[in-house]
Nanobody, 128 residues
Framework: QVQLVESGGGSVQAGGSLRLSCVAS?????????MAWFRQAPGKEREGVAR??????????ADSVKGRFTISQEKAGNRNIVLLQMMSLKAEDAAMYYC??????????????????WGQGTQVTVSS
């Protein structure tokens, strides 16, 4: 059974940085996963932030975070670890951030409904 556990959220001033981590266990070392970070702020719709295909490190970003966020992945035994390095944080980046996983390759569209596996979320607060 695949489990996703996020960490790394916190409170930071605008312009600061945070690194989020998502440990995916139970994937038995599979490289055929699309891993993503989503976020949702109060009163707003869930937004796809960045995604990466584990098999070849192909990554894509939402326009709102391009140039500021970097998604990457590491492997530790039978676990995949997906990192989201966030820099130059803005007030509008504040949200609950969720890690999500989808077996197989990343689809053409980037939609949360396509991801069957989710973590519990980690809160990011940005003060101006």
């Amino acid at each position: 059974q695949v489990q996703l556990v996020e960490s790394g959220g916190g409170s930071v001033q605008a312009g600061g940085s945070l690194r989020l981590s998502c440990v995916a266990s139970g994937v038995a070392g599979s490289r055929n996963y699309c891993m993503a970070w989503f976020r949702q702020a109060p009163g707003k719709e869930r937004e796809g932030v960045a995604r990466i295909y584990i098999g070849n490190d192909y990554a894509e970003y939402a326009d709102s975070v391009k140039g500021r966020f970097t998604i990457s992945q590491e492997k530790a035994g039978n676990r995949n670890i997906v990192l989201l390095q966030m820099m130059s944080l803005k007030a509008e980046d504040a949200a609950m951030y969720y890690c999500a996983a989808m077996p197989g390759g990343c689809l053409m569209r980037f939609a949360g409904a396509d991801f069957p596996l989710w973590g519990q979320g980690t809160q990011v607060t940005v003060s101006s």
